[in-house]
Every structure is written in structure tokens, then in C-alpha cells.
């Protein structure tokens, strides 16, 4: 059974830093890529950002810059950093494997003095 856990959400002022993690298991890890989304409140799931098996990077003009994916093998994790949060970065996140049904039940990041 495949399943996807993202963790690291909470509350964070404009201009900090969260850590958001996706633990991945029923799957062979290293031959997937993982997707982020995430989903304002009343607003679609946009794409944030996404790492290839072999670790090719790509991301949304919207956090380009100020947010970084990776991903450790050895722990079946993909990891989605994010520097100088904004309040329109407020939203639930979600990774996700591509092209397939395969979705966390997200974490929520919330950017507010």
C-alpha cells in the first residue's frame, strides 16, 4: 500500500523558514519523481514544485527563488525547504506521485504576524 505523509506545517511569520518533509512507503522511492502542490483556502491545488528520480528540479514562477525541493534516498523522503514566506504562501501542502492517485493528506503552513 502506497502512502505519502507530509509533516513540518505550523505557523510562521512573513519572511521566515519552514521545512516540509513527504515520507513515501509501499513504493520503490528512487525511481519516482515527487510533486508539492498546495491549495489556498477557496482556491484550486496549484503545483509548487517537483524533483525527478534522478533529482532535476523544477518549480512555479511563484516560488521561484525562495523555495528549494530535494530528496534523501536512504530515507524515502522528499523535502520541500521554504525561505521568506509570504502570507499568500498560507495554504495546505500536499506531495503527491506523479500521474498517479497517490496523494498525502497534506500539512497546513499558515504565514501571519
Known amino acids: 500500500q502506497v502512502q505519502l505523509v507530509e509533516s513540518g506545517g505550523g505557523l510562521v511569520q512573513p519572511g521566515g523558514s519552514l521545512r516540509l518533509s513527504c515520507a513515501v512507503s509501499g513504493i520503490i522511492f528512487r525511481v519516482i519523481a515527487i510533486k508539492w502542490y498546495r491549495q489556498a483556502p477557496g482556491k484550486e491545488r496549484d503545483f509548487v514544485a517537483r524533483i525527478g528520480r534522478g533529482g532535476t528540479t523544477s518549480y512555479a514562477d511563484s516560488v521561484k527563488g525562495r523555495f528549494t525541493i530535494s530528496r534523501d534516498n536512504a530515507k524515502n523522503t522528499v523535502y520541500l525547504q521554504m525561505n521568506s514566506l509570504q502570507p499568500e504562501d498560507t495554504a495546505v501542502y500536499y506531495c503527491?506521485?506523479?500521474?498517479?492517485?497517490?496523494w498525502g493528506k497534506g500539512t497546513l503552513v499558515t504565514v501571519s504576524s
Open positions: 503527491n506521485v506523479p500521474d498517479t492517485t497517490y
